[in-house]
């Protein structure tokens, strides 16, 4: 991955009428996602063991603000099991290997108005990028003469989650940008359809699935709405593994949420880049903002559903892989007065990038010590 981060993220309120339609917010294009970063507190934010960095953004007049312990960096021992295998095959005797999991994590956190964002950047051991997107803060609500659930007989918008007080039906969408050069500058966007077959009858099974691999020649061929089973590789047609399978990463998708308004609502417009889940555009230096560069004076014609009607070629060029998260948000009672954080993410996963398991010759590492804590059973 030669450059990777949040580029957009839009939440529409769902309350039609005239005190709350226009309440669509871009939190990066026009709040600034950068800009709305904190410091991230010792301890909490961050486990003992993390590294503090501090970050930069240019202000309105081009001067550089400092936030402090903007990012923290540390090794997550996660619990989980890396990989493992217990032989039971061989006789007399029992061969165990387990590897645990312990990866890097980047982490940083944004306040936009009410809501804060916790973003993960992930790098495991088995050379899996995770992204993780985490939501808490305080829902948007409002004032309301409802005092019990079962008095409403209208459409509120939202939920009652407290005496007099409506949170607010509403989505968040995260578009990632994703510049990959898997083994180099030259990509394509290969989908690994998994179709199910039928057998001609001599075989003592009626179906099983096959996969039809399709490598997108142009941006529309390659835009997807997610819901069907299908792997999606960025590969590298250029480069082979030593049995000859083109290097790729495979994209492991968060849980699909498309967009619920009409696509000719007019709030629908400068967000179009929700349309769909996947996209894939050449690398191009004025397209990183999926809703466009100037997103407050924006009519809906400089964002990445704009770009890519032009259906440029994808194939072995050097490409940008976007994807989006999204979270269809019904608030709930637990939800207030203050949100327990929800999260999703997404994986980028080798697919044919190297000749067997990268972690295979990772040691069984020693006893974790942690201060304070003794354990007799894993004294070395
Ligand atoms: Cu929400």
Redesign the pocket.
Known sequence: MYKGRLSEVFVPYMDPSKGWYYKTYFDAGEFGFGSSAISLQPHTDCPPNAVFMDGYYANQDGTPVKISNVFCVFERYTGDVAWRHTEVSIPNEERVEVRPEISLVVRSATVVGN?DYIMDWEFKQSASIKVGAS?SGI?EAKASFYTNAQEIKEDVYGTLVAENTIATN?D?FLTYYLDLDIDGGENSFVKAKMKTMKTDGSMPRKSYWSVVRETAKTECEARMKLGEPAGLVITNPNKMTNVGNQVGYRLLPGSPAPPLLLEDDYLQHRPAFTRYQVWITPYNRSEEWAGGLYVDHDHGNDNLYEWTNRDRDIENKDIVLWHTLG?H?IPAQEDFPVMPTVSDGFELRPFNFFDNNAILKTRPSKPLMFHGCNSTSTTP
Do not use: A, G, R, S
């Open positions: 809501y939501l829902i509403h968040h979270f948000h």
